[in-house]
């Protein structure tokens, strides 16, 4: 089992520019998130799905939009990238239980 | 203010100490958990706590689950280089949820 795999590793930006960060998991979990971590805030959630077709606001959804139309995948989209959006993101994946598993990360820049 | 304090930030170490790290919160947390993070990759998770007053050991690393469920200690006894890293407590407020709160972190280093 691969985990939970994210492309790219690293991405610069210039600001209004869009992308898809990708993000794949191989366990058959129902809940994915996406997190991004700043120095000093440990991690905060942007988005978050409990199931394909479902998909909700974390505490920082703004400037993101998230779909999740198979149980593997979900992507995180970023519309007009800005610079405050520079940061590490991470995707992670949960079961029935209280464990997430996380990738290995995106660092974004945005110029 | 995050929903879960940690406390502290950076911890700087002599190899052979030990140290508490701490997790604070205002509100009721139906679980809390402890992940590791080294750099360059995602946190692992070291620890579930799920009931008030539980203590799970995990070899040196004991955690604690405090009586009224919003806060949490990380002891660790005899700290060693490969103990370094980044420790978050995480948590799941309230009866449940699905959204996982994250501290701020403590980055700690332990020097042989």
């Known amino acids: 089992n691969a985990g939970v795999t994210q492309t790219p590793k690293f991405q610069v930006l210039k600001t209004g520019q869009s992308m898809t960060l990708q993000c794949a998991q191989d366990?058959?979990?129902?809940?994915m998130s996406w997190y991004r971590q700043d120095p000093g805030m440990g991690l905060r959630l942007i988005h978050y799905?409990?199931?394909?077709?479902?998909?909700d606001q974390g505490e920082v959804p703004n400037g993101y939009n998230v779909s999740r139309s198979t149980t593997e995948d979900f992507p995180l989209r970023l519309l007009s990238a800005a610079p405050s959006q520079t940061s590490v993101y991470f995707c992670?994946?949960?079961?029935?239980?209280?464990?997430?598993?996380f990738g290995p990360g995106t660092r974004l820049t945005v110029t | 203010t995050q929903l879960l304090e940690q406390s502290p930030q950076f911890l700087s170490i002599q190899e052979g100490e030990n140290l508490t790290v701490y997790c604070n919160s205002s509100?009721?947390?139906?679980?809390l958990q402890w992940y590791r993070q080294e750099p360059g990759e995602g946190p692992v998770l070291l620890v579930t706590?799920?009931?008030?007053?539980e203590v799970k050991k995990l070899k040196r690393l004991t955690f604690q689950f405090g009586d009224a469920r919003k806060d949490s200690s990380l002891h660790i006894t005899a700290a060693q280089p490969g103990d370094t890293g980044l420790y978050l407590c995480?948590?799941?407020?309230?009866?449940?949820?699905?959204?996982?709160?994250f501290g701020g972190g403590t980055r700690l280093m332990v020097k042989p």
């Open positions: 509100s009721v947390f139906s679980s």
């Open positions: 992670a994946s949960r079961g029935h239980s209280y464990e997430q598993y």
């Open positions: 995480a948590g799941y407020p309230g009866r449940a949820g699905n959204m996982l709160t």
């Open positions: 706590v799920v009931t008030g007053g």
């Open positions: 366990m058959n979990h129902e809940y």
């Open positions: 799905s409990v199931g394909a077709g479902i998909t």
